[in-house]
Each structure stands twice: as structure tokens, then as C-alpha cells.
T-cell receptor, first 113, second 113 residues
Framework: KAGVTQTPRYLIKTRGQQVTLSCSPI?????VSWYQQTPGQGLQFLFE???????NKGNFPGRFSGRQFSNSRSEMNVSTLELGDSALYLC????????????FGPGTRLTVL | KNEVEQSPQNLTAQEGEFITINCSYS?????LHWLQQHPGGGIVSLFM???GKKKHGRLIATINIQEKHSSLHITASHPRDSAVYIC???????????????FGKGTLLTVNP
């Protein structure tokens, strides 16, 4: 069974631009969560989607948004990029909306210049 | 004060030594996760606990809900165990439904041959 895939793996953008990252969960998994990892703050929760609905949201500004499609694939968007948005963005999928084991993707490394 | 505290931050051991990494948290939780992250970013879920103790190979994880504390033990450590180990808690919000994951800062383990 294929693991969680994320595209692109690496991305370089400039301040003010916007970016869309994609996550394909493990087949059969209906929950997708997004996380940001930086050297200073570590891992931080962005949001969680289940059955196309956002179930939980972390403490990030409205520039960060996401959605989930009917096939459980998810995208996150960051608008008006800032230098501080440079980070590793990880998504994780789990079977259901509960305290299920999460399976992480390899991440997208975003650099904002 | 962070909601999830890990200790130690850094740990260096000789091959074969018994390793303990600690995690304390201050919020009500529905589950606690131990994650492993190797250089390059990939994260693997090691354990998910809500009570008691779990064992997988040379790894053992315990949790004491009353004391809000968990430990990850590695027996007969090996250089391939060198990685960052991260504790994460899934909050139990006031409504009783599962909520976001909050992460510790991680423990960098280096096992020398």
C-alpha cells in the first residue's frame, strides 16, 4: 500500500506570493492533518480535515487555509507569503476521525526569499 | 510554560546502553504519541498510548495518566536509533471530542558505536 505523498517536495517562493501544497493520503484514510515544522517553533498543528470538513484548526493566521476533496486528497494554501513561512510542511493521514495512529508524508520544504 | 515538555533535549549514548526519554504534559489528553524523525525530515509514528505500556521490539513506551507523564525506553541502543524523538499529545477539549495535536520540542538522541 502506498504511503502518504506530498507534492512538491521542494519549493522556493518570494515574499508576497502565494503557494499551494498537495497531500495524497494512504488509500482508505479519510482524515488529513497539516503541520508546520521550523527550527525555532518545532512542530505546530495547522488544521485537520475529515470527510471534506475542517474539524480542528491551530493558531495560525487566516493566510493559511486548506481544503479536502471527495477522494480525501487535501491541499493547503498560504497567501501573501512572509519570510517566516519558510518551513517544512508535513501532512499526515489516519483512518478515521478519532485518536488514530497518524502516518506522515515526507513533507514539502518551502523557502521564502 | 509549554503544554508538552520533553527531557532531555539532547542525549548521547554508547551502543548497547539503555535509553530513557521523558515527556510531561499539562492538559487533558485522549492519547499520546511518540514519533521518530531522522535527518531529512521523515517522521514515523512509534507508539500511540492512552494508558499503560506498549512494547515493540527494543522500544517500550509507558504512560501515567494521573501524573501526566510518559517515558520512551530503548533497550540495547544502536547507532541506527540516532534520531529526534518527539512526544505529541492529542488534547481532549471541554466538549469531550478529540482535538489538535501539540508537540514537544523533541529529544536529539545520538548513539555512538
Amino acid at each position: 500500500k502506498a504511503g502518504v505523498t506530498q507534492t512538491p517536495r521542494y519549493l522556493i517562493k518570494t515574499r508576497g506570493q502565494q503557494v499551494t501544497l498537495s497531500c495524497s493520503p494512504i488509500s482508505g484514510h479519510r482524515s488529513v492533518s497539516w503541520y508546520q515544522q521550523t527550527p525555532g517553533q518545532g512542530l505546530q498543528f495547522l488544521f485537520e480535515y475529515f470527510s471534506e470538513t475542517q474539524r480542528n484548526k491551530g493558531n495560525f493566521p487566516g493566510r493559511f487555509s486548506g481544503r479536502q476533496f471527495s477522494n480525501s486528497r487535501s491541499e493547503m494554501n498560504v497567501s501573501t507569503l512572509e519570510l517566516g513561512d519558510s518551513a517544512l510542511y508535513l501532512c499526515a493521514s489516519s483512518r478515521g476521525y478519532s485518536y488514530n495512529e497518524q502516518f506522515f508524508g515526507p513533507g514539502t520544504r518551502l523557502t521564502v526569499l | 510554560k509549554n503544554e508538552v515538555e520533553q527531557s532531555p533535549q539532547n542525549l548521547t549514548a554508547q551502543e548497547g546502553e539503555f535509553i530513557t526519554i521523558n515527556c510531561s504534559y499539562s492538559v487533558g489528553i485522549s492519547a499520546l504519541h511518540w514519533l521518530q524523525q531522522h535527518p531529512g525530515g521523515g517522521i514515523v509514528s512509534l507508539f500511540m498510548l492512552s494508558s499503560g505500556k506498549k512494547k515493540h521490539g527494543r522500544l517500550i513506551a509507558t504512560i501515567n495518566i494521573q501524573e501526566k507523564h510518559s517515558s520512551l525506553h530503548i533497550t540495547a541502543s544502536h547507532p541506527r536509533d540516532s534520531a529526534v524523538y518527539i512526544c505529541a499529545v492529542r488534547h481532549l477539549n471541554s466538549g469531550g471530542s478529540n482535538y489538535k495535536l501539540t508537540f514537544g520540542k523533541g529529544t536529539l538522541l545520538t548513539v555512538n558505536p
